[in-house]
């Protein structure tokens, strides 16, 4: 089965502070993404990589960066938390390559910026 | 425009009866992959089903088959004999076959809320 886990499931930060989330897949997937989640909006794609250290920027890349140095890790950061960052974010991981190409979800992050 | 449109809000279904989830979508590419996923009041998103755009049938799984119609851009998802289990939100998502990195994206809807009803 894969396995895809995020490092925490609730968070509280507060606005300016510098926050990371971490991402880890055991299945020696290719690709990895971050996506965060808002009430009427749907799931909306942040940034995803496709090999370590290559990124590429989704739908809303905006006040977020990422980091994969390794093939297993993909970390999200916000370099300075803003109270609109508040969300749900979501951490998938998909094998790569041609085909069906399911993305595998983590439990998700509850983040909240005071 | 939305490249998925989930009509539906909120739905609500007896137990054991069969239930339709719709979805619409909107892509020009010839090749495109169609998802569905469940996701629990415990917030991790669980694949269900599969279809290719150039599958010739219906894609299924146990319970969960996919009543795809291409020609409507519809990929409705039917769950048959429904349990108290499958009380969740329930996306479509759209995979298109663009050339490089650009083929590895979802684009998800917004979401149906299924409450089954005991």
């Known amino acids: 089965d894969v396995k895809v886990t995020q490092s925490s499931r609730y968070l509280v930060k507060r606005t300016g502070e510098k926050v990371f989330l971490e991402c880890v897949q055991d299945?020696?997937?290719?690709?990895m993404f971050w996506y965060r989640q808002d009430p009427g909006l749907g799931l909306r794609l942040i940034y995803f990589?496709?090999?370590?250290?290559?990124?590429e920027k989704g739908d809303i890349p905006e006040g977020y960066s990422v980091s994969r140095e390794k093939k297993e890790r993909f970390s999200l950061i916000l370099e300075s938390a803003s109270t609109n960052q508040t969300s749900m974010y979501l951490c998938?991981?998909?094998?790569?390559?041609?085909?069906?190409?399911?993305?595998?979800f983590g439990p998700g992050t509850r983040l909240t910026v005071l | 425009a939305q490249k998925i449109t989930q009509t539906q809000p909120g739905m609500f279904v007896q137990e054991k009866e069969a239930v339709t989830l719709d979805c619409t979508y909107d892509?020009?590419?010839?090749?495109?992959?169609l998802f569905w996923y469940k996701q629990p009041s415990s917030g991790e998103m669980i694949f269900l089903i599969y279809?290719?755009?150039?599958?010739?049938q219906n894609a299924t799984e146990g319970r969960y088959s996919l009543n795809f119609q291409k020609a409507r851009k519809s990929a409705n998802l039917v769950i048959s004999a429904s349990q108290l289990g499958d009380s969740a939100m329930y996306f479509c998502?759209?995979?298109?076959?663009?050339?490089?990195?650009?083929?590895?994206?979802?684009?998800f809807g917004k979401g149906t809320k299924l409450s089954v009803i005991p």
């Open positions: 998938a991981s998909s094998l790569g390559g041609v085909g069906t190409d399911t993305q595998y």
């Open positions: 299945m020696d997937h290719e690709n």
């Open positions: 990589s496709y090999d370590v250290k290559m990124k």
């Open positions: 892509t020009s590419d010839p090749s495109y992959g």
């Open positions: 279809q290719g755009s150039y599958d010739q």
């Open positions: 998502a759209m995979r298109e076959g663009r050339s490089g990195a650009g083929s590895y994206q979802l684009t």
